[in-house]
């Protein structure tokens, strides 16, 4: 299952079928549950957290109510009022609505969402874990040069290098392109033909073709250093003498590792003579002569060290995972301006407990000589370690690590099952899309917060407010349909908050929940709306001797007032006149403005149970609310030098 022929002729043995297949068993991590993102776990505590009020109130003001003996349908429906006015129901649509906003944005900047709820976790990340060939480099590998065991030039490593290269029948892959690109003008390359393939798979790390040419039978085995130099017992002098390995094996380990310091990517080449009439097989990679090095590059992106500060300088830690060795990774590393990287290998990773890679993986910077099925472990770790993470991939075997992440990001020329893992697909191959796609997700996740704010520091003042009038008051403060109509007007401006401004503050960190600080606005803002409702009470009680219909339309007014403009305070951590609304919120909070003021004297009067005012009271409000709008400036400048 998932598997392709490309060319020759062979015969399968088919050990598993369906899900049991490696490909089945990707599928099958993609069908279960995408797991929950930091966001969606946001959303669902403060769901929790305002049922938890919202019920605790309810209860507590319809018993009260009963206790002093109101009507009980009456105390009911205020009741029942007053949880519909806690609740910022329109928060689903705010949501959705920024989303759409945010995903169009990020289209411009050739940035296509496949899933909404991924722009907030963009917003929110603040660590992005990409492949290094492709993204961090060109993605062009390169043949640099060809070397004897002492790191001198070889032709006949090239010879057979080239000779595996283009006899080995698998898919295409970006070293064999290189080494095949060189041009070869031996005898062997007209008049060579392969005659079986031990195919390369990341637990051998190699691979093995037998080729018949004019003057030999012979197996011929590139790979990774290590994994060539346990299969071979002798190596071959540059003057063509056959010598005993164990007195060269410290050289050419040394030799190795000054090519990988270097920033070159290098494999051994080894080889054995083959019987005429014998079919090499897996079993016979033993006893084999090391030939020599080969040794690749693939330069860094243009301009990635800058896109990589960018990324720094927005709170977003880069780790790249590689399947190149430590000594390659760890000189990438330095070309990109991180000296003191810290590296972590593959063999380190299999070796270590899930609570030792938490605490580790966070501090790392590059994990070298990895295997695509721990890519997966990285992330899942990463996140457990608290963190919201992205990561970036374009295989195959990238598709459970795509799932799992926060984002999940590949590239238009991906296969299609990671692109269809993904969450989000770049039609640019350059992380310079992501830092703009980055900036449009915190202010997606920016305007979102900002509706949190407003209608949980409002609607708690309101309602808490409300709540305790209607203990001492002979009569509703509101009646419910009057509660329902203040939190439809309120909620008009809000709905324009998707086209909002948003503070450079805003966008210098990652974004992420806070119920705590949630909590604390709630209270401190919603505490000062009562104050300041508690004095438009006595205005209208001591000062108006306001009956039942004067003091609801009086509250009301003062009520939806206060809550309009109070938005153009909390949107912000600036001072109001420093950070100034976006045009249509300024639009509708001017409308809503106008129109409350109009209600008392239009024919919804009546229908809602409203009188005229005194141009008194309005004197009176105007004072009481350009006091609330002060204060709340005070108390947002104390509130967030605290917060700091």
Request: aromatic share 8%.
């Amino acid at each position: 299952m998932g598997s392709s022929v490309v060319s020759g002729i062979g015969k399968a043995l088919i050990v598993t079928t369906g899900q049991q297949t490696e490909f089945g068993k990707i599928s099958d991590k993609l069908s279960l549950r995408i797991p929950e993102t930091d966001f969606e776990k946001g959303i669902r505590k403060f769901g929790y957290m305002l049922m938890e009020i919202t019920l605790l109130l309810v209860l507590v003001i319809f018993a009260v109510n009963v206790l002093l003996h109101k009507p009980a349908l009456d105390s009911f429906l205020f009741s029942l009022a007053l949880a519909v006015g806690l609740t910022p129901q329109l928060l689903p649509a705010i949501i959705s609505v920024n989303l759409s906003v945010g995903a169009r944005s990020m289209a411009s900047q050739k940035v296509i969402v496949k899933r909404l709820s991924a722009i907030e976790n963009f917003g929110s990340m603040n660590i992005l874990c990409s492949d290094k060939t492709g993204t961090i480099t060109e993605g062009k590998v390169t043949l640099k040069e060809t070397l004897d065991f002492e790191g001198v030039h070889s032709d006949k490593v090239f010879k057979y290098a080239w000779l595996n290269a283009s006899c080995q029948q698998g898919f295409v892959n970006p070293i064999d392109k290189a080494i095949c690109s060189v041009h070869y003008e031996g005898n062997e390359a007209k008049d060579f033909s392969a005659i079986t393939e031990v195919p390369y798979d990341f637990v051998r790390k190699r691979l093995t073709v037998q080729v018949k040419i004019p003057a030999a039978n012979i197996a011929i085995t590139k790979g990774a250093v290590r994994q060539v130099l346990d299969i071979c017992n002798r190596i071959e002098t540059s003057a063509g003498i056959l010598a005993d390995i164990g007195d060269h094996k410290e050289a050419i380990l040394a030799q190795y590792q000054l090519l990988s310091d270097s920033g070159l990517r290098t494999l051994g080449v080894s080889y054995k003579e083959v019987g005429p009439d014998q079919i090499f097989t897996r079993e016979n990679e033993h006893d084999m002569v090391f030939l020599g090095f080969i040794t690749l590059f693939d330069p860094p992106r243009a301009g990635m060290s800058e896109t990589i500060q960018k990324l720094q300088h927005l709170g977003v830690r880069l780790k790249i995972i590689t399947g190149d060795n430590a000594p390659v990774a760890r000189n990438l590393a330095k070309q990109l301006g991180l000296s003191s990287a810290q590296v972590l290998t593959g063999q380190e990773i299999r070796n270590m407990s899930s609570a030792a890679l938490r605490h580790k993986a966070p501090l790392t910077h590059i994990f070298a000589e990895v295997e695509p099925s721990q890519k997966e472990r990285i992330i899942s770790v990463l996140k457990k370690a608290g963190n919201v993470v992205g990561f970036m991939g374009d295989g195959i075997n990238d598709a459970p690590a795509l799932h799992t992440a926060d984002v999940g990001i590949s590239v238009n020329s991906a296969v299609d099952v990671a692109k269809e893992a993904a969450d989000i697909v770049l039609l640019d191959q350059d992380l310079n899309v992501l830092c703009d796609g980055i900036i449009e997700g915190r202010k997606t996740f920016t305007n979102t917060m900002k509706y949190i704010f407003m209608a949980t520091s409002a609607n708690f003042g309101n309602m808490f407010s409300m709540a305790g009038a209607s203990l001492f008051l002979p009569f509703l403060p509101l009646l419910p349909k009057q509660i329902l109509l203040t939190n439809l007007l309120t909620d008009f401006p809000e709905m324009t908050i998707s086209s909002d401004k948003v503070d450079d503050i805003n966008l210098k960190t990652p974004q992420r929940w806070n119920l705590g600080f949630i909590k604390r606005f709630m209270i401190v803002f919603g505490l000062l709306s009562s104050v300041f409702d508690y004095l438009t009470f006595a205005v209208l009680i001591f000062i108006l001797h306001a009956n039942q219909r004067v003091f609801q339309t009086g509250w009301f007014t003062e009520s939806v007032v206060s809550a309009v403009l109070i938005v153009l305070v909390v949107r912000t951590r600036l001072s109001f006149f420093k950070s100034l609304p976006g045009k249509y919120l300024s639009i509708t909070t001017i409308a809503i403005l106008l129109l409350v003021l109009m209600i008392p004297y239009s024919p919804l009067a009546s229908i809602f149970g409203f009188v005229t005012l005194s141009w008194k009271y309005y004197m009176l409000m105007l004072a009481t609310v350009t006091a609330y709008i002060l204060s709340a400036e005070l108390a947002k400048r104390w509130f967030y030098k605290k917060i700091k």
